[in-house]
C-alpha cells in the first residue's frame, strides 16, 4: 500500500530491446541523411534527443516534458526551448495517448511509428497528433472482412487490457457484427494479471466451439498467454493476428510455435532502407553513449572496461564487429516499424521545409510551432522506394498491409510467407486481394477450417434464429410452398411470381401446372363418348322417322317439329364439345352463345309440339277454329321468335361483355384453372333464365295437356322430358356454383348432356318403340280409339 510519505521509486528498465534500439538508430540515421541532403531544409541542421521510456507511461510522460521544456528545466516549467519541432513517440498506443494528451494543448506535433489505436483519430483529444502507421480502425475492419471471406461466423476474440487491445477488439466486433459474424466469446487480459485470471481465459478458449481466435494482444502479452496454452497443449485453433504479433519473430521462433503454425494477420508492408545495415553496423565500443555501449554488451556478452565488472561475462577484447552478427538489431529484412520511423523523422523535415522562414525567427514561436502542426497536415511526398507518405484530416496515413501466412519453412522454422493484400483506399470490392500462393491452415493443413455455430443452409430453407441464441446460431426451416431460396444461408425465401410454384426441393419456380378440361383427359374422353352417343342415337332416331315418315305416329304432332327437335339436339350434344379443350377467345364465346341458342331452339320445339297437341284437342270441340289459328306457319314463326329473343341476349352479352379466357390463381395455389370467364355474369344468367323461362312454360302446358283423351298422348312425354330437364338444370345451379377448376365445366357439360338424353329418350324413345317394335298399334285406328270411346 503506498503511503504517500515519500516519493515513489523510479521505474527500472528491462534489458536493451534490440528493435528498439534499431529503431532509435533508424531516427538518427534518417536526420543525418535529411542533413547531407540539399534539397530538403538547405543550410539547416537537424539535431535529436533520444529517451528510453522503459515500457513505462510514467517514464514516457517524463521524458516528453523533458524535450518540452529542456533538459535541466524543472518539470513544473511552462517553457519550451526552441529546438523541438516535434516529438516521434510511441511504441505502443497507452504510452502515446498520454504523451498526445499532455503536450498537444501545445500545438507541439506528436508523430507515432507504431501506436495504432483508432482512439488517436479523435481530433478533438488528439489534435496535434499524426502517425505513419495506419490506425486499427482500418486493421479491424480488414480483419472483419478476412474472416467473413473465409466463412467463419463463429469466433472468439482476445485483447490486451489497454486502449490498443480494448479499442481494436470494440471496432472489429461491430463490423464483424455488420458483416454477420458472431463473436463467441470476447476477452482481455495483461501480462500483469494473476495467474488464475489467464488461466480462466485459457479455459474459455479450450471449451469454445469456436475454431478461429482472433488476437488484439501486444507481442509481451502473447508470450504469456502462449506459455499457458501450450501447457494445456490446445491446438487445431486457427489464430488471426493483429500487427502488434503477427511478425514478431520472437514468438514465431518460440518454444510454441507449433500452436500458432498457419496463423494468419495483417502486417505493415515491408520496406527496404538503403544504406542502413551500414549504418547500423559501424558503431563501436568507443561511441560516448551509454545506449551504445550497453548494446555492445548485450550483444557480445561482454563487458567494456569502462563499466563496472561482472563476474559472469568475460571483458571485451575491442575487436567486436557487428558486420557478422545477424540478431534483431542488425536484421533489415523486417524493416516494417523502423521503415515507420524513417518516414516519421521525413516527414517533419518536409514540414519544417515549407516553414524554414518562420523557424529562422526568434519570437513568436508559439505561432511557429502552430504553422509546423499545419504544414505537417499538408506535407505530401514520396520516399526513395517510391512509398508515398501523406496525412489524412485525421493525422492517418493510407491503410495498406500485407497478408501474412505462417508457414513451415523446409528446415522446420517458421517462416513468413505473403498471401495477400489489403488496401483502404480501393473500392471496398477491390480492397482484399490473394496472391496465387496456397495457405498452410492450422495442424499443416490445406483445407480452410470450418469455424461456425451451425451448419450453412442449403437452398431451399431458411434461417430461424434459435431464441436466446447469436443471429449465427441457427435452424435451417425448408421454405414454405410457392417459396423458394436459391443461394445458401438464406434469411428468408422469396415468394415465386403468380403463374410460378416451387419444385420439389423448393430451390427453383416452375410453371404452375394448366388445369383444363382437355380432349386426352379421362373425364374430357368420357363426355366425348356420351356426347357423341347422344348424336347417333339423335340421328338413328331421326331415320326411323324418316323411313316411317309416312305413318300416323310421325305425322301425328307435326313431324316438321320432330325433325326440328332432333336437329337442335344434334346441336345440343355436339356443343358440349365446344367445351372440351384448352380455352381460346373464341372458343369461350362460342360454347355459352352456342348452348343457350340450341337449347332455347330445342325447348322452343318442344313448345310448339305442347301448343300442338292442346290446340288438336281443342279442335276437336263443336265450332272451335283453334287450329287455323295455331297451324303449321304460326308454330315456324313461334320458334324462330323464341330463338331470335334468345340470339339477341346473345349478341348483347357479347358486344357488352363477351367472355374471355382467364387463368384463375387464386382456387388452387399449386395450379391454375385456365377457364373462361363470364364477362359478364348477367348476361351468362340472362340465357340461362330464358331457357328457364321457357322450360317452365313448356312443363306448365304440358301438365294440364297430360290428361287428354288418346291412345299416345304426347304430352304426358313432354311433362315427363320437362321434369327431367328443370331437375337437371336446378341441380346443376349449386354444383356448378361448388365445383373446383375444371369439374365446373364438366359439370356444365353434363347437365347439358342429360337433360339432351331426356328429352331424346322421354320425348321420341316411346315413339320408337312403337315404331320398331309394335308396328300393329301404329295405325290410326289404334291411335284414335280412346278418344272414341271417351267421347
Not at 262 to 285: N, Y
Not at 459 to 476: E, I, S
Not at 545 to 571: G, R, Y
Request: charged share 15%.
Amino acid at each position: 500500500m503506498p503511503t504517500f510519505t515519500s516519493k515513489p521509486e523510479r521505474p527500472k528498465c528491462k534489458s536493451l530491446s534490440l528493435r528498439e534500439f534499431q529503431n532509435a538508430q533508424t531516427m538518427v540515421f534518417a536526420i543525418e541523411e535529411i542533413n547531407n541532403r540539399a534539397d530538403i531544409l538547405p543550410g539547416v541542421s537537424l539535431g535529436y534527443k533520444i529517451y528510453d521510456s522503459c515500457g513505462s507511461i510514467q517514464m514516457a510522460l517524463r521524458a516528453s516534458l523533458s524535450l518540452v521544456n529542456g533538459e535541466n528545466a524543472s518539470l513544473l516549467s511552462c517553457q519550451r526551448p526552441n529546438t523541438v519541432q516535434a516529438i516521434i513517440a510511441e511504441t505502443s498506443s497507452t504510452p502515446t495517448i498520454a504523451i498526445s494528451s499532455t503536450v498537444g494543448p501545445l500545438h507541439l506535433p506528436v508523430i507515432s511509428h507504431f501506436a495504432t489505436c483508432a482512439c488517436l483519430s479523435d481530433r478533438k483529444k488528439h489534435s496535434s497528433f499524426f502517425r505513419t502507421i495506419p490506425s486499427d480502425y482500418y486493421q479491424s475492419r480488414a480483419l472483419a472482412k478476412l474472416i467473413k471471406y473465409f466463412g467463419w461466423t463463429w469466433v472468439g476474440a482476445l485483447c490486451s487490457d489497454n486502449d490498443y487491445g480494448n479499442n481494436d477488439m470494440n471496432t472489429f466486433i461491430k463490423a464483424a457484427t455488420e458483416l454477420g459474424v458472431c463473436v463467441e466469446f470476447s476477452e482481455s487480459f495483461f501480462r500483469t494479471d494473476t495467474k488464475e485470471e489467464i488461466l480462466r481465459i485459457v479455459d474459455i478458449v479450450k471449451k469454445s466451439s469456436s475454431k478461429v481466435i482472433v488476437a488484439f494482444v501486444s507481442y509481451s502479452d502473447m508470450e504469456v498467454l502462449l506459455g499457458e496454452i501450450s501447457q494445456q497443449n490446445i491446438t487445431g485453433l486457427q489464430w488471426i493476428g493483429s500487427e502488434s504479433w503477427i511478425s514478431d519473430m520472437n514468438i514465431a521462433t518460440g518454444k510454441w510455435q507449433h500452436i500458432l503454425r498457419g496463423s494468419m494477420g495483417f502486417a505493415i508492408p515491408k520496406a527496404e532502407i538503403r544504406g542502413l545495415r551500414e549504418f547500423l553496423t559501424k558503431l563501436s565500443p568507443s561511441s560516448s553513449t551509454d545506449l551504445y555501449k550497453e548494446l555492445w554488451e548485450t550483444v557480445f556478452h561482454c563487458k567494456l572496461p569502462s563499466q563496472q565488472t561482472d563476474g559472469s561475462r568475460s571483458m571485451c577484447t575491442g575487436n567486436e564487429s557487428l558486420d557478422n552478427v545477424q540478431n534483431q538489431y542488425t536484421d533489415v529484412t523486417e524493416l516494417q516499424i523502423a521503415n515507420n520511423v524513417y518516414k516519421a523523422v521525413y516527414a517533419v523535415a518536409h514540414a519544417l521545409n515549407i516553414i524554414i522562414s518562420c523557424s529562422k525567427l526568434d519570437t513568436n514561436q508559439r505561432k511557429c510551432l502552430q504553422k509546423v502542426l499545419n504544414a505537417l497536415r499538408e506535407v505530401s511526398f514520396y520516399t526513395e522506394t517510391g512509398e508515398k507518405v501523406s496525412f489524412d484530416k485525421n493525422g492517418d496515413p493510407a491503410a495498406r498491409y500485407d497478408l501474412l501466412n505462417w508457414q513451415q519453412g523446409k528446415d522446420g522454422t517458421t517462416e513468413f510467407v505473403k498471401v495477400g493484400f489489403y488496401d483502404a483506399s480501393l473500392q471496398p470490392g477491390f480492397q482484399l486481394s490473394f496472391n496465387n500462393i496456397s495457405i498452410e491452415w492450422a495442424k499443416n493443413q490445406h483445407q480452410v477450417p470450418v469455424s461456425v455455430c451451425s451448419e450453412s443452409c442449403p437452398m431451399g430453407t431458411r434461417k430461424a434464429v434459435k431464441k436466446g441464441k447469436p443471429v449465427c446460431c441457427y435452424d435451417c426451416i425448408q421454405c414454405a410452398d410457392g417459396e423458394i431460396s436459391n443461394e445458401t444461408d438464406s434469411v428468408m425465401c422469396l415468394n415465386c411470381p403468380a403463374e410460378f410454384w416451387s419444385n420439389k426441393w423448393k430451390d427453383t419456380c416452375v410453371p404452375k401446372l394448366v388445369e383444363f378440361l382437355s380432349f386426352e383427359d379421362v373425364m374430357g374422353i368420357i363426355l366425348i363418348v356420351f356426347s357423341l352417343l347422344g348424336v347417333c342415337f339423335t340421328l338413328g332416331i331421326a331415320v326411323v322417322f324418316s323411313v316411317h315418315k309416312d305413318t300416323p305416329i310421325v305425322k301425328a304432332n307435326n313431324s316438321e317439329l320432330s325433325f326440328l327437335l332432333l336437329f337442335s339436339l344434334t346441336l345440343c350434344f355436339l356443343c358440349s364439345l365446344t367445351f372440351i379443350g384448352r380455352p381460346t377467345e373464341w372458343s369461350c364465346m362460342l360454347r355459352h352463345t352456342a348452348f343457350g341458342i340450341t337449347f332455347v331452339l330445342c325447348i322452343s320445339c318442344v313448345l310448339g309440339k305442347t301448343i300442338v297437341v292442346l290446340m288438336a284437342f281443342r279442335a276437336t270441340l263443336p265450332g272451335s277454329n283453334v287450329m287455323r289459328c295455331f297451324g303449321p306457319l304460326q308454330q315456324r314463326l313461334s320458334v324462330i321468335t323464341f330463338t331470335l329473343l334468345q340470339i339477341v341476349i346473345c349478341v348483347l352479352w357479347l358486344t357488352i361483355s363477351p367472355p374471355f379466357p382467364y387463368m384463375n390463381m387464386h382456387y388452387y395455389q399449386e395450379k391454375i384453372i385456365l377457364e373462361c370467364n363470364l364477362g359478364s355474369d348477367f348476361g351468362f344468367w340472362a340465357v340461362l333464365g330464358y331457357i328457364g323461362i321457357l322450360a317452365v312454360l313448356c312443363f306448365i302446358l304440358a301438365f294440364l295437356a297430360r290428361k287428354l283423351p288418346d291412345n299416345f298422348n304426347e304430352a304426358k312425354f313432354i311433362t315427363f322430358s320437362m321434369i327431367i330437364f328443370c331437375a337437371v338444370w336446378l341441380t346443376f345451379i349449386p354444383a356448378y356454383v361448388s365445383s373446383p377448376g375444371k369439374f365446373t365445366v364438366a359439370v356444365e357439360i353434363f347437365a347439358i348432356l342429360a337433360s339432351s338424353f331426356g328429352l331424346l329418350f322421354c320425348i321420341f324413345a316411346p315413339k320408337c318403340y312403337i315404331i320398331l317394335l309394335k308396328p300393329e298399334q301404329n295405325t290410326k285406328k289404334h291411335m284414335m280409339i280412346n278418344h272414341k270411346i271417351n267421347k
